[in-house]
């Protein structure tokens, strides 16, 4: 999918992205959002920050970033941030060349967001050059099926989504963050693997 054709896509799935995303998170993520944002600390970047589902439940001492490819996207979020009082910087912004310092952020977060981006091995790359050292990453995706019969299911609809939207569902990010040398925290995976959420350390 080219730059301009994700961006149209995205500006037009805002207007029902809420409420696609309340059902999931009801049906399959469970309660995955105050789980990822609790543990965020410091000055906090989070990726593909959508229309801002997440903002709620972030402690209220942390300083927040985020950055999205859509601006009608962007425009939500700073609607939601503003009904909660919520300081925060938005910047419309390629996750794969964010737009940042490195060395920049205490805390990454990003929760279904990078099974959607065309290139996520180049987003995590760029997650890790604008984390600090000992800083702490928080993904949550989901991901490839620990059942076979899933894991099929999940090709067939891959032959849809990748082509309309760019959405991938035999990604897996643990195996990349690894490779990236990142400490392990907490793993952990639940309906049929699903769903996978972890915690990483940035090496010094």
Not at 88 to 98: C, F, K, P, S, W
Request: positive net charge; hydrophobic residues 45%.
């Amino acid at each position: 999918m080219n730059r301009a054709r994700w961006a149209r896509y995205w500006d037009r799935k805002s207007d029902r992205y809420d409420a696609e995303m309340m059902r999931w998170d009801q049906r399959l993520f469970g309660d995955s959002r105050p789980w990822a944002c609790s543990k965020a600390r410091g000055e906090v970047l989070e990726v593909a920050v959508g229309s801002g589902l997440n903002l709620p439940h972030y402690p209220p001492d942390v300083q927040l970033t985020g950055v999205d490819f859509s601006t009608k996207m962007l425009d939500l979020a700073a609607e939601r941030a503003a009904s909660l009082n919520r300081a925060i910087r938005l910047l419309r912004a390629d996750a794969q060349r964010l737009p940042l310092a490195d060395n920049s952020f205490d805390t990454v977060v990003c929760t279904f967001g990078l099974c959607a981006i065309p290139d996520n091995e180049a987003a995590l790359d760029e997650i890790t050059r604008v984390l600090r050292p000992d800083g702490l990453l928080i993904l949550v995706d989901h991901v490839v099926s620990t059942s076979r019969f899933i894991r099929a299911g999940q090709w067939l609809v891959e032959r849809i989504t990748v082509p309309l939207a760019g959405e991938h569902f035999l990604r897996r990010q643990l195996p990349l963050v690894r490779a990236r040398g990142y400490t392990i925290v907490q793993a952990e995976r639940f309906r049929h693997g699903l769903v996978e959420r972890l915690v990483a350390t940035r090496l010094r």
